[in-house]
């Protein structure tokens, strides 16, 4: 093995979006570590994790993506992790309130290869 | 129109198909009557219900239109197969596939041919965007994606302090293209005044800058133009808007006049019918009134005088000339002279008209060049007259709204003593016809017009 592999925090609800966003992040040789509900990613965030990435859905049960997105930015440890959210909603209001609670990037459900490589390789330059 | 089209040429290939190619006549009238209406009504049914002809298809891929004219091709080639294997034997059936491929070309040429035209086309309308942040940077990069909106310029909330700018010129210059900034939030006004703007997208977070973006509504609604608010104001997780179509740009428009839009796009369609068929008509009375310029008087037969039209874009509005060359200039001479009230000169026995050109005059002749520019788009056959651009400069901001519905030939002041009423009390006949129009009110100012110019009454 060379370098360890980055790790990549996916939180989506819906498996075949997951499923999806896992084969596309392994195949830029991320680890993948997956949460389905908003709650879940939160504790997994707050107690082991430090990803390199975080993919974010924005409807998810208990706990919406905007919110996860603010207690990213506010905590000291995850403040700097690039967010990368997908997201079926599209408009421009949706996005700028994306961006303004602190997600990097914003790509549009349903995702292509080309684009979601394209986003990663922005926010994570090797 | 894109509707009528496709319907007309349904109707040719139904007709062509039924034809009897020996003796090139159709030979059961009644029958193909029956099958247009079946074919036309399956047509609009199924068009209506994939939204085939909604505004919003405009920047739908040329794939999805192939698979809409398959989908609806099957739905009608299903109408005539039933119609072919139920009719009883002698009555007249299209063969079904003469007509598909009578049909279903021509219509999917048309459309690809719309299609190249509309992404040719210079972009519809000018927008301009109030905001520089993240919700008006995504929102003119949708608009240059969708390419029937060309922002003019951004103008910047008060709370903005500069730390958006670069981020907004990185995504102007991803497309090639240069940001432009016109002013500050107090400059909006005088921006209003001074480019003409189809359409203001109040690109603000409403939690920032709610007073501003209220006070953007309060000068577009005195101005009289478009304006478009963020649909999605406040942060939303789980719920959709309901009538999504509304919102397709993730924005709510508002005008400020009552948007019956059936009946505008009647009107326009009026508009193109009725002044064709004028100049069509009126084409012996043009080639006289020409020969008698040309012949009476020194210079050009038509005057071109520059105007101001909808929302405040120059145009130049024809009228046979019925001055001497050079009137424009004496104008100023004779300004003391001026026998109307406010911005406009009006004046009786002026002596810069010719003797032919005051016959004209008396009777509006000298005004039917504009069904060209009715005709062009630029002016509308019912609608406040267009001002000159001096006069403009001298509006009050209320009375800009004029410019907020496209110029006509005739309004309700020209039908109600024209040179006999001030210009306070014209601007207000103006904005009673502009927040109360319909189109019905449009044929009753059209009717109420001949008598006015038939006798000459109030011109001078």
């Known amino acids: ?126 | 129109m894109n509707l009528f089209t496709d319907l007309a040429i349904l109707g040719i290939a139904i007709v062509a198909a039924a034809t009897d190619r020996a003796t090139l006549v159709p030979a059961d009238w009644v029958g193909l009557f029956w099958i247009s209406m079946a074919v036309v009504s399956i047509w609009v049914v199924s068009t209506a219900a994939l939204r085939h002809y909604s505004a919003q298809s405009y920047d739908r891929a040329a794939a999805d239109d192939i698979a809409l004219i398959g989908v609806q091709s099957a739905a009608v080639i299903t109408v005539l197969t039933l119609i072919e294997l139920l009719a009883p034997a002698g009555t007249l059936t299209p063969r079904t596939s003469q007509f598909l491929l009578m049909a279903s070309v021509p219509i999917a040429l048309s459309r690809r041919l719309f299609c190249l035209l509309a992404h040719r086309e210079t972009p519809l309308d000018d927008v301009l965007v109030v905001g520089i942040g993240p919700i008006a940077r995504l929102t003119a990069q949708d608009l240059r994606m969708r390419r029937r909106h060309r922002v003019v310029g951004h103008v910047r909330f008060s709370g903005e302090n500069g730390r958006e700018m670069p981020l907004l010129e990185r995504s102007y210059a991803l497309d090639q293209e240069t940001c432009v900034t016109v002013g500050d939030f107090a400059d909006l006004e005088r921006v209003l005044r001074g480019t003409p703007v189809d359409e203001v997208y109040i690109a603000g977070n409403a939690r920032k800058h709610s007073e501003e973006m209220q006070a953007t509504i309060g000068t577009c609604e005195k101005f009289g133009v478009p304006f478009a608010i963020p649909a999605y104001a406040f942060r939303l997780e789980r719920a959709q808007a309901v009538d999504a179509a509304a919102i397709a740009d993730g924005y709510l428009h508002y005008e400020t006049h009552p948007p019956r839009l059936q009946q505008q796009a009647m009107k326009r369609l009026f508009d193109i019918v009725a002044s064709a068929m004028a100049l069509w008509l009126l084409l012996p009375v043009f080639l006289m009134v020409m020969a008698i310029i040309k012949l009476t008087s020194r210079g050009p037969i038509f005057f071109k005088q520059s105007r101001v039209g909808l929302h405040g874009r120059g145009f130049n509005m024809l009228k046979f000339r019925s001055m001497v060359v050079g009137a424009e200039v004496l104008k100023r001479s004779l300004t003391a002279l001026n026998e109307q009230s406010g911005p406009v000169f009006k004046m009786r026995n002026d002596p810069r008209v010719t003797r032919f050109g005051r016959f004209i005059r008396k009777y509006s002749i000298d005004e039917l060049p504009q069904l060209i520019n009715v005709l062009r788009g630029d002016m509308s056959v019912v609608g406040p007259r267009p001002p000159v651009p001096e006069e403009l400069e001298k509006y009050e901001a209320w009375q800009r709204r004029r410019l907020s519905v496209r110029p006509g030939l005739t309004c309700i002041w020209q039908v109600s003593g024209r040179n006999q009423i001030s210009f306070e009390d014209w601007m207000v006949l103006d904005m009673q016809y502009i927040d109360h129009w319909s189109l019905g009110r449009d044929f009753n100012l059209i009717f109420r017009t001949i008598p006015v110019v038939l006798t000459g009454r109030g011109a001078s």
């Open chain 1, 1 to 126: 093995m060379n370098a360890p592999r980055k790790l990549a925090f996916v939180v989506e609800d819906d498996p075949e979006s997951r499923r999806i966003l896992r084969k596309y992040l392994e195949h830029l040789s991320f680890d993948v570590v997956e949460a389905a509900t908003g709650k879940s990613a939160l504790s997994l965030l707050e107690q082991r994790i430090r990803p390199a990435l975080v993919c974010l859905d924005l409807i998810l049960p208990e706990l919406s993506g905007y919110e996860i997105c603010e207690k990213i930015r506010a905590s000291p440890r995850l403040a700097t992790v690039p967010v990368l959210v997908v997201s079926a909603r599209s408009m421009p209001p949706d996005r700028a309130l994306a961006e303004e609670l602190g997600a990097n990037a914003y790509l549009v459900k349903p995702i292509r290869w080309k684009t979601f490589s394209q986003a990663v390789a922005e926010l994570l330059p090797c």
